[in-house]
């Protein structure tokens, strides 16, 4: 019995030693390769201040593993979360709706009374869409409206909104809060062009909106464009319910047409310049002023429109990086779980709920608005691609990854990859904040393996990262054996 024990005693020691050796190997695998640990150190930026996670979808183990379960600033990685749980949870052909509603008689083409707007968060109202709006309501023959336009936004609720809280720039149109009731991103576009005699400039507003006033013009100067606006002086002035822009300095001539775009007023003043001009032009008659309310049991339904399918506001929220409409759609997600008004707590709430559901525990996750455009917004490299491995099993796989730009091609990676053989063969999502740079996504390698491919890079020197991430998207295209 003795010699069995010993027998059985060295048996397990042997397997513990081929245990530990064999895990050693695996972890020796996983490391960050070496031509990127000098691709980043050569930037500046220390492996200590960079986290990634490289996996084969079906794979067991990580090909890499490198600081991956620390957590970390995704910047607008994170939307990868967002638009996940939003094509789960409302579904691919999801769409928001915009009513209109009378709460007095129409007769003689008469609203006597006042015209009520209604938003459930719609991300994408542009400008043709709220035309369209105007257009059905003059299609019941009503042409004159008596009363006010009353805006019902209370579908979203929360703290009040500052713009200029993440970078002092409120004016900026990605920092736009969200909205019940958006429309046009709160945005207006300013357009520089020559004018037709060739002797300066014209600018321009789109929408035309009688409250924002323009006042001077550049000269129109010679030589190349470059850098055209740092030529330009503009000084914006806004209220909530008037808006000036004056610009003055240099615009060389050979820039043609350029656009610049500045959020002006606040929402419902915003819309009530939107509304006033598209009723005018279509042959209505208004002269209210504009205030907020809610729609009353016994209001008249007059007008809907429904926004495009939730798949396609993936794809411009992944693609180009959509940081309004990434707020839109998470909070929009609060109402999945939570009756209205949708909050971002509850929005918060409802992500973790379906992740639990899924059996995905993010104990670092740190939600703020869903768009990654925080400070607060952590998640670990790891657990971003666990999610991107969920969400090549997902029915919804298709929608998702299409919604990624695709290296070389489009989106926020159109310019980057161009002479690299990964070019096609990768959709990512790229992240940018001051000290941070990120990457996320799916390389589909020469061999037929898929791979997922996550780096976070948190640092002071961050902005010179994308080369290091760059190249290990093609490492990891080159070494899928």
């Known amino acids: 019995m003795r010699l069995k024990a010993t027998a059985l005693c060295r048996g397990i020691a042997v397997a513990s030693a081929w245990l530990v050796a064999s895990l050693a190997s695996v972890d020796a695998l996983a490391l960050l390769p070496p031509v990127i640990e000098r691709a980043f150190l050569d930037q500046r930026i220390p492996l200590s201040a960079v986290s990634v996670y490289v996996q084969e979808i079906g794979a067991a183990r990580p090909l890499v593993s490198h600081k991956a379960s620390q957590p970390?600033?995704?910047?607008?990685?994170m939307k990868l979360l967002t638009t996940f749980a939003g094509l789960e949870?409302?579904?691919?052909?999801?769409?928001?709706?915009?009513e209109a509603y009378a709460d007095g008689p129409i007769a003689g083409g008469l609203l006597d009374g006042n015209l009520l707007l209604k938003g459930y968060g719609d991300p994408k109202v542009t400008i043709e869409q709220f035309q369209e709006l105007v257009?059905?309501?003059?299609?019941?023959?009503?042409?004159?409206?008596?009363?006010?336009?009353v805006l019902d936004r209370s579908y979203f609720s929360g703290p009040p909104y500052d713009p200029g809280a993440f970078d002092g720039e409120p004016l900026r149109s990605y920092n736009v809060g969200p909205d019940a009731l958006l429309v046009n991103f709160k945005t207006v576009r300013f357009v520089f062009s020559p004018n037709v005699a060739g002797d300066g400039v014209e600018v321009r507003i789109e929408p035309p909106l009688d409250s924002v006033a323009i006042r001077g013009a550049p000269l129109l100067a010679g030589g190349d464009c470059g850098d055209w606006r740092a030529g330009l002086r503009a000084d914006f002035s806004s209220r909530p319910d008037a808006a000036e822009a004056n610009f003055s300095g240099r615009y060389p001539v050979a820039c043609g047409e350029?656009?610049?775009?500045?959020?002006?007023?606040?929402?419902?003043?915003?819309?009530?310049?939107?509304f006033a001009r598209s009723w005018a032009n279509a042959g209505g008659s208004f002269s209210g002023g504009v205030r907020e309310g809610r729609v009353k049991r016994g209001a008249t339904p007059i007008a809907t429109i429904e926004s495009a399918p939730l798949y396609a506001m993936v794809s411009d929220i992944n693609k180009l990086s959509n940081n309004v409409m990434a707020r839109q759609l998470f909070l929009t997600l609060a109402t999945t779980s939570f009756p209205p008004p949708a909050t971002i707590e509850n929005a918060a709430k409802a992500v973790e709920r379906w992740l639990a559901g899924r059996k995905l525990k993010f104990p670092e996750l740190v939600l703020d608005n869903g768009s990654g455009l925080s400070r607060r917004e952590r998640i670990s490299a790891q657990n971003m691609a666990r999610l991107l491995l969920a969400a090549d099993a997902s029915k919804a796989r298709g929608e998702y990854i299409s919604s990624l730009a695709v290296a070389a091609t489009d989106g926020t990676v159109r310019k980057r990859f161009q002479n690299d053989e990964v070019a096609d063969q990768a959709f990512l999502k790229t992240g940018t904040l001051e000290g941070v740079r990120a990457i996320a996504g799916y390389v589909f390698a020469p061999t037929g393996k898929r791979l997922v491919v996550v780096c976070f890079v948190n640092h002071r020197n961050a902005s010179r990262a994308q080369v290091p991430i760059d190249l290990l998207v093609q490492w990891v295209y080159d070494n899928a054996r």
């Open 72 to 77: 970390m600033s995704p910047a607008s990685t």
């Open 89 to 98: 949870l409302l579904g691919p052909d999801y769409r928001w709706r915009t």
């Open 135 to 149: 257009a059905r309501l003059r299609a019941t023959g009503m042409s004159r409206i008596r009363g006010d336009l």
């Open 258 to 274: 350029r656009d610049w775009y500045v959020s002006l007023l606040d929402h419902p003043h915003y819309v009530l310049g939107m």
